[in-house]
């Protein structure tokens, strides 16, 4: 049911690869600064409105000309590094917490719960809960 690749998170937890969850920006000699302000915004603040135009007003560029530069650097568009790295960051919540999936959805910054849970197992594979269910069943050694 669940992928037993793994890959890790700013070198930190891992987390099951999905083909929609691979969040790591790509490794190169060197990276825009402007995009590696946008990442770490992004990371910083997951619960916040991080929508393209929120993005671009805070780094001071148009949106379509951070769309280009932001994709061109990292290969995935800006709204979908946000989405991955808010389902990477739930997926470490259901395995360390107790928190709801509803509580979960909000930390990582989804309006509606239902909203998350559809891109959870889209990226995943399955619902959150299933997901909470698997990894408790097996732990990772």
Known sequence: MLSNRFYSINGSDEVPLAKAAQTE???QTT???RVAKVVEIIDKGLARDLSVNAVACAVDLSQSYLAHIFKLETGVSIGAYVRNRRIAKAARLLIASSLSVKEIAAVVGFLQAQHFTRAFTVAMG????KYR???TRHPRK
């Open 31 to 33: 990276i825009d600064r």
């Open 25 to 27: 920006v790509p490794e």
């Open 133 to 135: 269910i698997y990894e």
């Open 126 to 129: 399955c619902s959150p809960t």
